[in-house]
């Protein structure tokens, strides 16, 4: 016999099953979800539904507009003076593969991303144990020298506590993490990644990623750096040892803090969160299989549901694919993020680590979505272009 269907609130969405028709009724009228409808929404076999509503709440904040940007990332050494589980791109010191870039290689790299036409530079490293506090701040002058216009989002919260601790700042508590932020604020610096989030998880933190920070120092180095007014991300790594519940906590977690960012008026904020699957590559961790297709849209889609007060959910093409994102754009994904090239966090194991989307290839798997693709710059304002010449609107 065929299961009935509920009454269709929206001829858009058939519910196939019923135990979601308080949710999507929740939903449309603009009430919170909790962890448990979150984890209904995980175990429910109608996609179809949950990948509908998640496109509903998508649209009511964007339309059809869809984002992307033009960026380069800098990653500018390998070396890392921890050894996560899940990591595929630490080395150690002297180990075959190591490397860090000198001040001169950066300039290379910045005169390139300003030859591109980028609007946004993206640095991220590992946990370098002897370069001193100095390297970051001349890391980040030399790019503002050369490419004065080019935003700088730099530094997981990770890399920020590690630079506490080499500037001697690390016994301060979140004093010391203020006044780190605060000169790399004073060097360039424009927003921090959303990295090292992992999940805000004890039990998961001890057993893959034990000697990093745990959630709530993360959550303290993002509350410092909206306190002194940057935007930030926060990334949530899925698909390895946690269970579906720890991820729905990581989401509550990040919610609860933007709701408080909100009621202090505290002018930095998360402004999008990043799903990001974990893919074994050659880590400790690669006898896990990752999270398949129907995981990765179910995730970015109640991700979006859950996190109702952070503007931006972003299906990061590079760890999803070009053809994964195309599906989060209609599950609650508004952004594909950039253009890219040499992103080695993920790569670094596999012949190439040369990842590039041209501007043609990343609009035209938008429009291939069903979407209008617009270009922003790492705040989300549009950017006007003319070739290499940009500026933005708002
Ligand atoms: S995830 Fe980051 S902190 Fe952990 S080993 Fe890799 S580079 Fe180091």
Same mark, same amino acid.
């Given at each position: 016999?065929?299961?009935?269907?509920?009454?269709?609130?929206?001829?858009?969405?058939?519910?196939?099953?019923?135990?979601?028709?308080?949710?999507?009724?929740?939903?449309?009228?603009?009430?919170?979800?909790?962890?448990?409808?979150?984890?209904?929404?995980?175990?429910?076999?109608?996609?179809?539904?949950?990948?509908?509503?998640?496109?509903?709440?998508?649209?009511?904040?964007?339309?059809?507009?869809?984002?992307?940007?033009?960026?380069?990332?800098?990653?500018?050494?390998?070396?890392?003076?921890?050894?996560?589980?899940?990591?595929?791109?630490?080395?150690?010191?002297?180990?075959?593969?190591?490397?860090?870039?000198?001040?001169?290689?950066?300039?290379?790299?910045?005169?390139?991303?300003?030859?591109?036409?980028?609007?946004?530079?993206?640095?991220?490293?590992?946990?370098?144990?002897?370069?001193?506090?100095?390297?970051?701040?001349?890391?980040?002058?030399?790019? /503002?020298?050369?490419?004065?216009?080019?935003?700088?989002?730099?530094?997981?919260?990770?890399?920020?506590?590690?630079?506490?601790?080499?500037?001697?700042?690390?016994?301060?508590?979140?004093?010391?993490?203020?006044?780190?932020?605060?000169?790399?604020?004073?060097?360039?610096?424009?927003?921090?990644?959303?990295?090292?989030?992992?999940?805000?998880?004890?039990?998961?933190?001890?057993?893959?990623?034990?000697?990093?920070?745990?959630?709530?120092?993360?959550?303290?180095?993002? /509350?410092?750096?909206?306190?002194?007014?940057?935007?930030?991300?926060?990334?949530?790594?899925?698909?390895?040892?946690?269970?579906?519940?720890?991820? =729905?906590?990581?989401? $509550?977690?990040?919610?609860?803090?933007?709701?408080?960012?909100?009621?202090?008026?505290?002018?930095?904020?998360?402004?999008?969160? &990043?799903?990001?699957?974990? &893919?074994?590559?050659?880590?400790? =961790?690669?006898?896990?299989?990752?999270?398949?297709?129907?995981?990765?849209?179910?995730?970015?889609?109640?991700? /979006?549901?859950?996190?109702?007060?952070?503007?931006?959910?972003?299906?990061?093409?590079?760890?999803?694919?070009?053809?994964?994102?195309?599906?989060?754009?209609?599950?609650?994904?508004?952004?594909?993020?950039?253009?890219?090239?040499?992103?080695?966090?993920?790569?670094?194991?596999?012949? $190439?680590?040369?990842?590039?989307?041209?501007?043609?290839?990343?609009?035209?798997?938008?429009?291939?979505?069903?979407?209008?693709?617009?270009?922003?710059?790492?705040?989300? /304002?549009?950017?006007?272009?003319?070739?290499?010449?940009?500026?933005?609107?708002?």
């Amino acid at each position: 016999m065929t299961p009935p269907i509920a009454p269709l609130q929206n001829p858009e969405i058939r519910i196939k099953d019923p135990l979601l028709e308080p949710i999507v009724e929740k939903v449309r009228a603009g009430v919170r979800i909790t962890e448990t409808e979150g984890l209904q929404l995980y175990e429910t076999n109608d996609i179809w539904t949950l990948c509908s509503l998640a496109d509903e709440v998508r649209r009511k904040w964007h339309g059809d507009i869809a984002y992307y940007n033009i960026n380069r990332h800098i990653n500018y050494s390998n070396v890392c003076a921890l050894s996560c589980k899940f990591c595929d791109f630490y080395r150690k010191k002297d180990q075959e593969g190591a490397y860090e870039y000198s001040i001169e290689d950066i300039k290379k790299e910045a005169q390139g991303a300003k030859e591109s036409g980028a609007t946004e530079i993206h640095i991220v490293g590992g946990l370098h144990p002897w370069l001193p506090f100095s390297y970051y701040t001349d890391l980040i002058r030399a790019i /503002r020298e050369i490419a004065p216009d080019i935003h700088i989002k730099a530094f997981t919260a990770v890399e920020i506590v590690h630079l506490a601790k080499i500037s001697k700042r690390g016994r301060d508590g979140n004093a010391g993490i203020s006044s780190v932020i605060h000169d790399l604020i004073d060097a360039g610096l424009g927003s921090l990644p959303g990295g090292g989030a992992e999940v805000f998880d004890d039990r998961v933190h001890d057993e893959a990623f034990r000697g990093k920070i745990r959630g709530q120092q993360w959550m303290d180095v993002h /509350r410092a750096a909206h306190e002194l007014g940057l935007n930030s991300n926060a990334t949530m790594l899925y698909g390895h040892i946690e269970s579906r519940v720890e991820r =729905l906590r990581h989401m $509550s977690l990040l919610r609860e803090e933007q709701d408080r960012a909100n009621e202090d008026s505290i002018e930095g904020k998360f402004q999008a969160i &990043i799903p990001l699957p974990f &893919i074994p590559g050659v880590s400790e =961790l690669s006898h896990l299989p990752g999270p398949g297709g129907l995981e990765n849209l179910r995730t970015i889609a109640i991700v /979006r549901l859950m996190l109702d007060n952070v503007p931006h959910v972003k299906a990061f093409w590079i760890m999803q694919t070009i053809q994964m994102a195309q599906h989060m754009l209609q599950c609650g994904a508004d952004d594909i993020d950039g253009t890219v090239v040499w992103y080695d966090i993920t790569k670094v194991s596999s012949s $190439s680590t040369h990842q590039e989307c041209t501007v043609k290839d990343l609009e035209r798997a938008i429009i291939d979505a069903g979407f209008t693709p617009v270009e922003r710059d790492t705040l989300y /304002r549009k950017v006007q272009r003319n070739g290499t010449d940009w500026s933005v609107l708002d």
